[in-house]
């Protein structure tokens, strides 16, 4: 079993940047992938962002170039800076990773970009 553990969202202006950070518990290395989901209510879960433990990335385009997902392997954390914020941004954030072909989730972190 792997829990995650996100946190760090909360209320932001256009255009304004936030960090949200997930703690893993045990080890990154057991965890290849982690990344990011958001989902906004009536949507599906949509991908925002992953990184392996070779620290190759993978974005949504409707991100690129606004958000970078960054891994602390020895801390079991991954961390997810948004910046340019806008309000389609506003969701609840979910941190994912997969380990032994298992999906692990953690509870959500709720966004809001208004002004």
């Known amino acids: 079993q792997v829990q995650l553990v996100e946190s760090g969202g909360g209320l932001v202006q256009p255009g304004g940047s936030l960090r949200l950070s997930c703690e893993a518990s045990?080890?990154?290395?057991?965890?290849?992938?982690m990344g990011w989901y958001r989902q906004v209510p009536g949507k599906q879960r949509e991908m925002v962002a992953s990184i392996t433990n070779f620290g190759d990335t993978n974005y949504a385009d409707s991100v690129k170039g606004r958000f970078t997902i960054s891994r602390e392997i020895f801390t079991n954390k991954v961390s997810l800076q948004m910046n340019s914020l806008n309000s389609e941004d506003t969701a609840v954030y979910y941190c994912?990773?997969?380990?032994?072909?298992?999906?692990?989730w953690g509870k959500g972190t709720l966004v809001t970009v208004s002004s």
């Open positions: 045990r080890s990154s290395f057991s965890i290849p992938t």
């Open positions: 994912h990773g997969t380990s032994g072909g298992t999906d692990y």
